[in-house]
């Protein structure tokens, strides 16, 4: 029994040996795999002119894992792309991976360089130095005749910060253009974007002929200052072949050698010269949003034209705004002034930007849905927004007039819910007296202090016990609705619904129909939006596009008449098509089919 244990305890021994040595070894392994991990940098050049672009390759063998961070770069660089391959290879059985990532930097300003240590995972590369240098002159007077670069700016006065300032770059070249790539200035505190594609044309200089490549651009300041527009440059190639020739047309095999990348072109590149802009910083008197334009108008248009408003019922109102000289990011949301007893409800602007190839153009365009509490005179208040004429360098307003219209009395029963409620609210809800008037914007009738006194003494028991009676209540319908389900539930519910009262949807549809057989697009219009208020009391849709969407039925239809009611002399639309397209669907909404009750409402009601 004591050599047992003896033999399992040295076997033990041995055991833990062998364990400790395996552990040593994958230890062993793994530093010596991690000691093997490195990261380098390096250059393709290390000097280059102001505006060439310079390649930064990051390599990484072994263990090491993660991206390299290039926010460093940012400082003298701007990063214009980025590209990573991955290579891995297996001999002897050992594996060996490596990592490659290519980094196209533009130099922003001229001198020497550092491109400092880059951090790889958990490794660093070494810092680098790059020399860049201002374009010098053209080699020889020959090349310049041959092909020559030219830019220029147009500031029409002044340039503010975020305007755009027109930037023209032309390639003059004498037809021995073989290839070649236009390369566009890398600016630091500036923002450049091209305007629509080249242009191509001739011209005559000095008595030589020549072909001219036009692009154009507009660039942005992003701070006042001075603003240095480095050197755009060109790099391709040039016949080395006089242009004409019939020997020359002739040598197909020197035409292919010629177009092919193994020779037949002399390799060029051009500069053009660097240009200085003093960017003035924004004016006192801008206004709240900083709008430096040559031009901005702006347009409404109703959804009836005339508008016709009748108390609690939706009319939609459109502002468009165009702006020459902006984008359209630049152009801010509208924020209009309540009128008196209306409401007002904004939607989110739909911007956009074009270009002619010679400017860059700005459209906005924001739909408010305005809802009369009471019938009446109804006074709109003007619309302005100021902005900074770049052409004139002063401070103009873009203005709409304001309004004076005539609210018709609603149909029975909607001027009360419209001072009541907004549009999300359900229809035939009765709130307070207070209530109504505090949201339709009217002072309550006061009270003495002493008749109110008395109120408030005669009141509290009555709300507490209002207070206990609410649970109790609560408690009451939730056991008999479960009664319910167990004893008749459908019975019951045919009962519910039997004692709800229709809501005005017959009524509304003889007014839809009518408005379609007589075309009038605008009562066409308010009617829709009236039924989808109805239809979706928690959540109604807004505008015409919201309606067509949620209803499923018609939705080209309502599209249609959408687009007549904001586009001017349009005729596309088709009152009979519509209430054929939208008749049915509204009247399987009025009376949806009986269900089982399952205790919870739908999330939307039954759709066919």
């Keep these: 029994m004591v050599v047992m244990n003896r033999k399992t305890t040295r076997d033990r021994s041995v055991q833990d040996i062998r364990i400790g040595v395996l552990l040593v070894a994958c230890f062993a392994l793994l530093f010596s795999t991690l000691a093997t991990a490195d990261v380098r940098a390096r250059l393709d050049r290390d000097r280059v002119y102001i505006g060439d672009p310079v390649t930064l390759v990051i390599e990484s063998t072994g263990a090491s894992s993660g991206e390299p961070d290039l926010s460093p770069l940012n400082k003298d660089f701007r990063v214009l792309g980025t590209g990573t391959s991955t290579q891995f290879s297996f001999s002897n059985g050992r594996s060996s991976n490596r990592t490659s990532w290519t980094v196209q930097l533009g130099p922003l300003q001229t001198g020497r360089l550092r491109i400092p240590p880059i951090q790889v995972g958990s490794e660093q590369t070494e810092a680098l130095e790059l020399e860049v240098t201002d374009v010098p002159d053209q080699p020889t007077a020959q090349q310049s005749e041959q092909l020559f670069l030219e830019a220029e700016v147009d500031t029409a006065g002044k340039a503010y910060v975020q305007q755009q300032i027109p930037y023209t770059l032309r390639l003059y070249h004498d037809a021995r253009l073989v290839n070649g790539e236009l390369r566009p200035p890398q600016l630091r505190d500036a923002l450049i974007r091209q305007l629509g594609d080249d242009r191509r044309y001739s011209v005559t200089r000095n008595n030589r002929r020549y072909q001219v490549i036009e692009r154009r651009y507009t660039v942005s300041p992003e701070k006042s200052g001075e603003l240095r527009i480095p050197p755009a440059s060109?790099?391709?190639?040039?016949?080395?072949?006089?242009?004409?020739?019939?020997?020359?047309?002739?040598?197909?095999?020197?035409?292919?050698?010629?177009?092919?990348?193994?020779?037949?072109?002399?390799?060029?590149?051009?500069?053009?010269?660097?240009?200085?802009?003093?960017?003035?910083?924004?004016?006192?008197?801008?206004?709240?949003?900083?709008?430096?334009?040559e031009n901005i108008e702006m347009h409404d248009s109703w959804a009836s034209n005339p508008p016709t408003l009748r108390a609690g019922e939706p009319v939609t109102r459109t502002i468009t705004l165009r702006a020459t000289g902006l984008s359209g990011t630049q152009i801010p949301a509208l924020q209009l002034e309540q009128p008196q007893n209306t409401r007002v409800y904004p939607e989110q602007p739909v911007n956009d930007s074009s270009t002619d190839g010679d400017k860059v153009y700005a459209i906005s365009r924001q739909t408010f849905t305005y809802i009369p509490a009471r019938?009446?005179?109804?006074?709109?208040p003007a619309v302005e927004l100021p902005w900074w004429n770049t052409l004139n360098d002063e401070r103009s307003t873009a203005r709409l007039p304001e309004w004076a219209l005539k609210v018709e009395p609603g149909a029975p029963g909607t001027t009360a819910q419209a001072s009541v409620a907004p549009p999300r609210d359900r229809p035939g809800a009765a709130p307070a007296q207070g209530q109504a008037q505090a949201q339709s914007g009217i002072e309550p009738q006061s009270q003495d202090e002493s008749g109110w006194g008395q109120t408030k003494a005669l009141l509290w028991p009555w709300g507490m016990l209002i207070l206990l009676l609410v649970p109790a209540a609560l408690l009451a319908h939730k056991w008999y609705r479960g009664l319910g389900r167990g004893t008749g539930g459908v019975g019951n519910q045919a009962r519910q619904t039997a004692a709800t009262p229709v809501p005005r949807i017959e009524t509304l549809m003889p007014q839809l129909q009518r408005a379609c057989e007589i075309g009038d697009a605008g009562q066409a219009a308010m009617t829709l939006l009236e039924l989808g208020r109805l239809q979706w009391p928690d959540d109604p849709p807004r505008s015409l596009g919201q309606l067509a969407i949620r209803l499923g039925q018609g939705q080209q239809q309502i599209m249609l008449l959408d687009r007549t009611l904001y586009a001017a002399g349009s005729s596309s639309w088709n009152g009979a098509e519509l209430w054929t397209s939208v008749k049915d669907a509204w009247h399987d909404k009025a009376a949806p089919p009986t269900r089982p009750d399952e205790g919870l409402e739908p999330l939307y009601p039954h759709r066919s």
Aim: hydrophobic share 35%.
């Design 234 to 293: 060109f790099v391709g190639q040039l016949d080395t072949q006089p242009p004409g020739g019939t020997s020359r047309q002739n040598n197909l095999m020197q035409q292919f050698l010629r177009n092919s990348p193994f020779g037949g072109g002399r390799p060029v590149r051009v500069f053009s010269k660097a240009i200085t802009i003093d960017v003035k910083p924004r004016p006192a008197d801008g206004g709240s949003n900083w709008l430096p334009a």
């Design 375 to 380: 019938a009446g005179e109804l006074t709109i």
